[in-house]
């Protein structure tokens, strides 16, 4: 992400999860991080990952506008969807009312 231009700060707070949840959380992680870096005026982004009540909670925010692109294909998004929902989580994207962007995935461990 530092060769694009995007600086990302990371504050990951997890123990060791299953394999199958610690590959979905890698892929969204990724797919998140590459939407700032592709599609937003972002020069920041924060990734947070966390367990709370038994489940990692994954948040990425980004500093950029909060922007909808109408158009775009929306795979990225549904795909992270549907990685978490695989397992049994969720996933939201969207604007934030204060600026920028923001996923979080919930995913069971």
């Known amino acids: 992400m530092r060769r694009s231009g995007l600086t990302v700060d990371s504050d990951i707070d997890v123990g060791e999860p299953p394999v199958e949840v610690d590959l979905?959380?890698?892929?969204?992680i990724q797919e998140a991080l590459t939407n700032v870096s592709r599609h937003s005026a972002a020069g920041r982004a924060r990734l947070s990952v966390a367990e709370i009540s038994g489940?990692?909670?994954?948040?990425?925010?980004?500093?950029?506008?909060?922007?909808?692109?109408?158009?775009?294909?929306?795979?990225?998004?549904?795909?992270?969807?549907?990685?978490a929902m695989a397992l049994g989580g969720t996933?939201?994207?969207?604007?934030?009312?204060?600026?920028?962007?923001?996923?979080?995935?919930?995913?069971?461990?």
Not at 59 to 79: A, C, K, L, N, R
Not at 91 to 109: F, M, N, T
Request: charged share 25%; aromatic share 6%.
């Open 24 to 28: 979905a959380a890698a892929r969204i």
């Open 91 to 109: 996933l939201e994207a969207g604007p934030r009312p204060e600026g920028g962007y923001r996923v979080v995935a919930e995913l069971p461990l």
């Open 55 to 83: 489940k990692m909670v994954i948040t990425v925010e980004d500093d950029g506008p909060s922007v909808v692109f109408p158009g775009g294909s929306g795979y990225g998004v549904q795909g992270m969807k549907e990685r």
